[in-house]
């Protein structure tokens, strides 16, 4: 035998076990769901999480609205900067800790044996609420997109185009929840091979969308209009406070920047996990950082006539502002809607890959607190399909209360600021329960793994959180004056409602047989 194969030979199971695997067990996991997933593909699940088009397009024109173009440019890269610290703030926690249980398994361990149970139970119930409703965020733009495509190839608004009703919108809806849905109960490396088409749909697509517009486009608008051009219509939103106006119209980058924790979500599936992990967080805020902003600055240099852009008789019946800029360039260029169709085709293909990964991360979320135990009738939410080796279940109930989200679409016309703040809020407020925790936790507790900030974890655990306040609070702010029923927020109402009844739940009973993550290895392990 060779000494080589001597080598081999002599590893022990452990020595050879997966870094991620190896460290899995130390927490007190067996490994359950396959470990196949390599960087690339947990990276593109996350950029397709997040998505280049996906965030911007559907609160483009409101945000403009608000307060012009230079608070919605220059917006981005505020919010950027600051995304950067809640990014490399998880990153650490990602390392130290690669479950698939992500946040509410983080918060649990990082806030100790007395507050653990109920940091996780926040946290656990705050993301599961985000990205449920993240599914139907996707799924109303994903909507709307295609609703526009639908009016451009019939003949437009103004050529009797054929726009579709409530009752239309909402089948489309349902129709887009339902096929996420049945795509994920297929094995998680159909979805990967999906997710690695849809990283090159948005990159290719990003790139061509970019560069190809304001060359299309008949004329463009000046540099100064673009970074310096502050104004606000308080004729349309009701709001004459400029500063407010400012908040408001930055709120389409809150929006767009989050979502890469659905690298985490996927670190039990994902070999070298404690690495990469960490890795696919932070390359996909910086891909989507730039791409976002050249996308910005690619629609807004392209606008052709500003008031004309919300005009309910224009030729996408006001209804959808990037679809009336594109419009206005291709036909303005070429004197027909095939190339406005053709892009906006490449938009939705982008809510479409979104959606189908919104749905993966929000059935591993109830897959590991239903393991933990910690929803209804958690038996059949945690089971395993012994074939495909997904949480089919979690997949299904994801999808059934998305639906039931989108059914007011029949009857209410702001749905879509409702689903929204619901999403964000519970989404990004998850981020802040592990941070905190790890901002305020002695040192000497903390096991750290292969990216580990030292000395400046507190400030920069301090900035992410105080952001993350300052994003869940801006959503829960009225959007539109005067306040009437067709035009008031209804998150805070929603959320207040929820959060209520998860509290109270938690008073009377959860908090007597809740423990956090329940651990699955029986053999003695040692503490961490």
Known sequence: ???????????????????????LNELGYKQELRREMTLFKTLAISFSTMTLFTGITPLYGSSLLYAGPAALVWGWVV??????????????????????????????????PVWGPFASWCCAWLET?????????????????????ILLCTGTNKGGGYLAPRGVFLAMYVGLTIIWATLNTFALEVIAFIDIISIWWQVIGGFVIVIMLPLVALSTQSASYVFSH???????TGINSK?????????????????????????????????????????????????GWAYILALTFSIQNFDYLYDTNNETAGVFVPAQ??????????????????????????????????????????????????????????HIHPKHKVP?????????????????????????????????????????????ARMIMPEKKFNPGPFYLGKAR???????????????????????????????????????????????????????????PVRNIDDQIEKV
Request: charged share 10%; proline share 4%; hydrophobic share 50%.
């Open 129 to 149: 609420i985000g990205l449920i409703a993240g599914i139907g965020t996707q799924a109303y733009a994903g909507s709307q997109v295609l609703q526009s495509i």
């Open 392 to 436: 089919a279940n979690a997949v299904w109930l994801c999808a059934a209360i998305c639906i039931l989200l989108g059914l007011p679409i029949l009857k209410v016309n702001v749905v879509f600021t409702a689903i929204t703040s619901i999403c964000t809020v519970g989404w990004v407020g998850g981020y802040a329960v592990p941070i905190f």
């Open 1 to 23: 035998m060779s000494a080589q194969s001597r080598r081999s030979s002599d590893l022990s199971p452990a020595d050879a076990m997966d870094s991620g695997e190896k460290r």
């Open 458 to 516: 507190r400030p920069v655990c301090l900035i992410a959180f105080l952001w993350i306040c300052y994003t869940c609070s801006v959503f829960l702010l009225p959007t539109l004056y005067p306040i009437k029923w067709d035009t008031f927020n209804y998150a805070p109402v929603a959320l207040g409602v929820c959060i209520t009844l998860i509290m109270l739940w938690w008073i009377v009973d959860a908090r007597k047989w809740f423990k956090g």
């Open 79 to 112: 919010v950027s900067f600051f995304t950067w610290f809640v990014g490399i703030a998880m990153a650490e926690i990602c390392s130290s800790f690669p479950t698939t249980g992500s946040l509410y398994f983080w918060a649990a361990h990082l806030a100790g």
């Open 325 to 382: 800029i594109l419009y206005d360039a291709f036909h303005g260029r070429y004197h027909n809607s095939t190339g406005a169709i053709i892009v906006l085709f490449i938009i939705w293909g982008s809510f479409f890959f979104g959606g189908l990964s919104i749905t993966t991360s929000a059935a591993r979320v109830v897959y590991a607190l239903s393991r933990d135990k910690g929803i209804p009738f958690s038996s059949i939410w945690r």
């Open 243 to 291: 500063p407010y106006a400012v908040i408001l119209a930055v709120t389409v980058s809150q929006y767009s920047l989050y979502g890469y924790d659905a690298a985490a979500h996927l670190t039990e599936e994902t070999k070298g996990a404690d690495k990469n992990g960490p890795i696919a967080i932070l390359s996909s805020i910086g891909i989507i950082t730039i791409f």
């Open 230 to 236: 502050f104004e606000t219509a308080p004729a349309s």
